[in-house]
Every structure is written in C-alpha cells, then in structure tokens.
C-alpha cells in the first residue's frame, strides 16, 4: 500500500505532536485524502444555532448538549471530535430528528435556511435519507438482517422517487458499483451476513448516497473495523462525497480519523462545543487544554507508538450534575481558581480559531501542548 503525506502540513511544528499526526494520517489514510477532494463552497447547507437538548431522568435532566453551533459548508469536511458521552451522536440524531420524544430540543438547526426543528413529522421523513443522510457505526443496527441488501437498497429510492423498482434496483447495482463492491448485480441478492463488516459498511455509505443528499453524516463509521479496512472506508466516503456533491459531517471519538479527512473540526466536551478551527490549527496549534490532551493520546495504531502518548486522566463529568466553572476542570492540568467557579466562552483567539478556555495563551506560548499531560516523572 503506498502512503502519500497527509495533507495538514504543519506550519510551525512542534515534534511531538506533528510525529502523531503525521502517523496516525498516514495510517488511517492511505491514497485518497482531503487534497483530492473538490473544495467547499461559501453556501452554508446547516446551520447549529445554541442547540441544546435534555432529557429528564428520576435523578434529574441529563444536559446531553448545552448550546452547540456550527455552520456546515457545501462540500466541507467538519470533523466533530469527543469522547465518549460528549453529545455527538445526540446532537445529531437531532439533526435527523430521531431523538426519543422525551427529550428537549431548544435552539435552531436549520437546512438551506428552513427551520427543522418546527417540522412535522411528514416534513421531516421527506428530508431525511434524501437530503440528510446517516451512516451509523453498526452497520447491522440499521439493515435488516433477513432481507436482502439489493431490496433495502431498492426501498430507500422508493421511498422518496416515483420510479419502477427495476430502476430503483439498477440505482442500487450503480451505487454498489460505486462504492467498491465488486460484481454488484450479483450482490444486490446477498443478505446483510454475507458480507464482511467492511462491506456492509460500504453498504450503508451506498445507502446514504443512493438519493443524492447535501449532507452526509457519519457517526463513528469506521470505529468495529480494523485499521486497513478504516482506511478504504474513509478514502471511500471522501471519493463519493464528490460524486454527490455533498458534504460530510464526521463524528468520532478518535482526533487520528479526522486528520488529512476534515476541513475544519470542532471539539466537544460535556456537550459544548471547546475549541473550533482548521484541522491544521486544533493539530499544530491547539488552544484547548481538552484538545491537547485528546493529541496526546491519538492510538498507536501500529502498536508502536511513542509511548508519551496516553489518554486524559479522570473520565467526563456526569451531565446531571455537572461542576461549577469549567467542565474539564478536575481533568485539567492548568485550572486555576477561576477555572473553578466561571465556565469560559468560546472566545476567538486566531482567525477562524475559537477555544473556551480561561488559559488558552499558555498553550500557545508553550513548544508542545501535549507535554502538560505528562507526569512529572516524564518530564515536560
Ligand atoms: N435517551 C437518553 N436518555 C438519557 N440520556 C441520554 C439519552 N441518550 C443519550 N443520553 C446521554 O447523553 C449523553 C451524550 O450522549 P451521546 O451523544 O450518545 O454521546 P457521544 O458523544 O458518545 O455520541 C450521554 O451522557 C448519554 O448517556
Ligand atoms: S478553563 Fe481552566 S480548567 Fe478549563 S481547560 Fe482552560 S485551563 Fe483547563
Ligand atoms: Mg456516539
């Protein structure tokens, strides 16, 4: 397999952080790469605006998210990075409208200006799966075990095309086609078992894109396969995307994904949004002490990796009772008192380059965001 470099050159690199990066793009990204895709355009297609969305337990209301925005551009890339029980999925299940009646959705999310979070049901099953699509994590979650993949296929043109099914299946062998199943007339009969989880994942992407939707959103789509496999799923999804025309949001707890595959990228952190910016920005110039933390313990994909490299210590606060002042605080390797008692806004601190973070000047004064994580013993 032939590696090309990953495509956020560095402009001022600190060593540490650019070895992980450039690894973990090369690894997960073997031929094609954001360089190849067509560039977005200035049309905002989504637009996030203070979402936030509760849901009430015995114990009290679960903040799943607490005002999140973001624009999502025509043909962009906006990687949305977290750790487990960030908000990622909630958050965009409401986008999809698929959040459980319980819970409470505020704010605004809006698709080529049209509000959805006001349309019935009916408006919201027309736009769902044609213009804003989803691929899942488990590809066996979402297809039914005991029909075959060409009828899925076949039914999702159907449900929003009046076409014959013989066409509606001859789109299903072109996107099977497309998305790198080999002899996909023959396959179309195949049930979802007989294939790897590789190419059931190929499947749902084929599924997404089967109705040539604006947005993408794919939530952890590569996280159950292996290392190889991940790779050619992503270089897939990019691939496709431009024959689409679409763009993508890309959900995962793993910032490795999201290099040399996301325009922009915004980290999340108890269902807030902490720091925004390039890709290349939040990899060579983070202003967040979470987001450095989360480039300190990029997985060593090969095994091999510097073994600096560690996860956060501590876990996520619990989002019923979340702590005064700044969430990450118990986490943080820089909080100070006022970290303690006042939660900070995502304030601007480059261009295009926002972070919430009372200290985010420390991180850029220091050589090597990465090295607050380590134990004195490590040195920094
Ligand atoms: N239906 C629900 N009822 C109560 N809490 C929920 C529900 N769905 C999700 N949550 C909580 O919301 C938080 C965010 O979840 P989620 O968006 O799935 O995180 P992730 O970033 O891992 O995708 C988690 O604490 C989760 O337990
Ligand atoms: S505000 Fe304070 S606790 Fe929060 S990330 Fe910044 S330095 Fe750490
Ligand atoms: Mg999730």
Redesign the pocket.
């Known amino acids: 397999m032939s590696l090309t470099p990953p495509i956020n050159t560095p402009k001022a690199p600190t060593p540490p952080v650019e070895a992980a990066v450039t690894e973990a793009a090369e690894e997960v990204h073997a031929a094609h790469t954001l360089a190849d895709a067509r560039p977005p355009s200035d049309e905002e297609i989504l637009t996030v605006e203070n979402l936030t969305v509760e849901?009430p337990?015995d114990d009290g209301a679960?903040q799943?998210v607490r005002g999140l925005s973001y624009t999502l551009r025509a043909r962009e890339v906006l990687g949305i990075v977290?750790?487990?029980?960030?908000?990622?999925?909630?958050?965009s299940m409401a986008i999809m409208g698929l959040l459980?009646k319980?819970?409470r959705v505020r704010g605004s999310i809006r698709y080529r200006g049209q509000e959805l979070l006001t349309l019935r049901p009916k408006e919201q099953r027309a736009l769902r799966g044609r213009k804003i699509a989803m691929i899942f994590q488990d590809p066996m979650t979402s297809l039914n075990p005991v029909r075959s993949v060409g009828d899925q296929l076949a039914e999702a043109v159907l449900a929003h095309h009046l076409v014959p099914r013989r066409k509606a299946l001859a789109r299903a062998a072109e996107m099977l086609n497309l998305v790198g199943i080999p002899q996909a007339e023959r396959r179309l009969r195949a049930y979802p078992h007989e294939f790897s989880g590789g190419m059931r994942q190929r499947v749902m992407i084929a599924m997404a894109i089967i109705n040539n939707p604006d947005v993408i959103i794919a939530?952890e789509p590569t996280t159950a396969l292996d290392v190889t496999v991940q790779a050619q799923i992503l270089e897939k999804l990019l691939e496709v995307k431009d024959t689409v025309n679409a763009a993508i949001l890309m959900?995962t707890?793993d910032l490795g994904v999201i290099a040399g595959m996301a325009h922009r990228t915004l980290v999340?952190y108890a269902?807030k949004p902490v720091e925004v910016a390039a890709t290349d920005d939040v990899f060579y110039e983070p202003r967040m002490p979470y987001t450095a933390g989360l480039l300190g313990s990029i997985p060593a994909l090969d095994g091999e990796r510097d073994e600096r490299l560690r996860p956060i210590a501590g876990s996520p606060p619990s989002?019923i009772r979340l702590p005064a002042g700044c969430p990450f605080s118990p986490r943080c390797p820089l909080t100070t008192e006022v970290c303690r008692t006042d939660e900070p806004e995502l304030a601007e601190v480059g261009e295009g380059h926002r972070a919430a973070c009372h200290h985010s000047e420390r991180l850029a004064e220091a050589e090597d965001a990465t090295a607050f994580f380590r134990t004195p013993e490590e040195g920094r």
Not at 82 to 91: R, T
């Open positions: 849901f337990t679960v799943a977290g750790e487990s029980g960030s908000g990622k999925s909630v958050s459980p319980s819970a939530d959900i707890h999340m269902g989002l």
